[in-house]
């Protein structure tokens, strides 16, 4: 029987628990794909990178959306516009660190 008193979890947490997780092992398998190909010398293509990319900003996308459900949505409403703000600030943060990383990867393998 359900508890009356304790909430219910936002419907978006699994789906983005689930994304986040499949998308890390997407990431890590790649990685180690792309170990076991430079392990051996062959060249590889920066357009394989893309899945790594890919993957790793869809972990980025679900985890920023977990913390949305966790600090903005459970705020409360006189604290909700406060939380917005830090929040957005910190998303741009994560972002803009994460497109930083990948657009010098993309540079320092097209000078090499």
């Known amino acids: 029987m359900p508890d009356a008193n304790k909430p219910q979890p936002h419907p978006w947490r ?3 628990l689930i994304a986040e997780f499949s998308a890390l092992a ?3 398998v790649s990685m180690a ?3 076991s190909r430079t392990g051996s010398g062959a060249e590889l293509s920066p357009v394989w990178l893309l ?3 890919a993957a790793s900003l869809a ?3 679900c985890f920023i959306g977990l913390m949305y459900l966790r600090w903005v949505v459970a705020a409360a409403a006189e604290r909700r516009t406060r939380h917005k703000i830090v929040f957005s600030l910190l998303v741009l943060t994560l ?3 994460w497109a930083y990383g990948i657009a010098n990867t993309w ?3 097209s000078n090499a």
Do not use: E, M, T
């Open 26 to 28: 997407v990431l890590l």
């Open 33 to 35: 794909w792309f170990s």
């Open 51 to 53: 899945i790594p990319a």
């Open 59 to 61: 972990v980025f996308i």
């Open 95 to 97: 972002l803009g660190v």
């Open 107 to 109: 540079i320092s393998l």
């Open 14 to 16: 699994k789906p983005l």
